[in-house]
T-cell receptor
Framework: GQQLNQSPQSMFIQEGEDVSMNCTSS?????WLWYKQDPGEGPVLLIA?????ELTSNGRLTAQFGITRKDSFLNISASIPSDVGIYFC???????????????FGQGTILTVHP | DARVTQTPRHKVTEMGQEVTMRCQPI?????VFWYRQTMMQGLELLAY????????DSGMPKDRFSAEMPDATLATLKIQPSEPRDSAVYFC????????????????FGPGTRLTVL
């Protein structure tokens, strides 16, 4: 099946630092989504991207849909302790039919923020 | 604030026992997904339904797992008999999906059921 390569696998940063993570695929994706998972909870949607080149912000978070449609990145500015968690990228491959809504997930980036 | 709900949140059982997990999707959503999350495999899609009909259950071990939607407000995932390797967190997600409309790709997750099979 489709694979998403998410990097880095983990990050240890100081409070106040900026964070960048990305996802790449060998094939075209029509949608890119970024989720955050807190311990003991389900993933929560942070940002959704629907067009190649689209750049969207949500507070201190900014995400972009790569122009080649094969990648996406997420930036977090001025990190704070509550940013700790696992960040997942997800995308929908260009498969048409009833594949709408069916997402492929990256392996996740574990973020640790030291006060 | 509409949310996906799942019960139970935690389940500990012995090998060979039947386990049933329940999910209530967000009211009005037409697509329900079941995922399994483990440290080794990450998030795996087990099955998904559109308008209560199964669209794809290829990710689900057929010999012991079954998924159903008795009605639009309830989805169930059953394991019988359970095995220790089934220990994982099981998530349900829902979305309002229209084929051909990229803007409806978004999924909303429940809090998960943490299953431990001894």
């Amino acid at each position: 099946g489709q694979q998403l390569n998410q990097s880095p696998q983990s990050m240890f940063i100081q409070e106040g630092e900026d964070v960048s993570m990305n996802c790449t695929s060998s094939s075209i994706f029509n949608t890119w989504l970024w989720y955050k998972q807190d311990p003991g909870e389900g993933p929560v949607l942070l940002i959704a991207l629907y067009k190649a080149g689209e750049l969207t912000s949500n507070g201190r978070l900014t995400a972009q849909f790569g122009i080649t449609r094969k990648d996406s990145f997420l930036n977090i500015s001025a990190s704070i302790p509550s940013d700790v968690g696992i960040y997942f990228c997800a995308g929908r491959p260009d498969a048409g039919g009833t594949s709408y809504g069916k997402l492929t997930f990256g392996q996740g980036t574990i973020l640790t923020v030291h006060p | 604030d509409a949310r996906v709900t799942q019960t139970p949140r935690h389940k500990v059982t012995e090998m060979g026992q039947e386990v049933t997990m329940r999910c209530q999707p967000i009211l009005g959503h037409n697509t329900v997904f079941w995922y399994r999350q483990t440290m080794m495999q990450g998030l795996e899609l087990l099955a998904y339904f559109r308008n209560r009909a199964p669209l794809d259950d290829s990710g689900m071990p057929k010999d012991r797992f079954s998924a159903e939607m008795p009605d639009a407000t309830l989805a169930t995932l059953k394991i019988q008999p359970s095995e220790p390797r089934d220990s994982a967190v099981y998530f349900c997600a829902s979305g309002l999906v229209n084929d051909g409309d990229t803007y409806t790709d978004t999924q909303y997750f429940g809090p998960g059921t943490r299953l431990t099979v001894l």
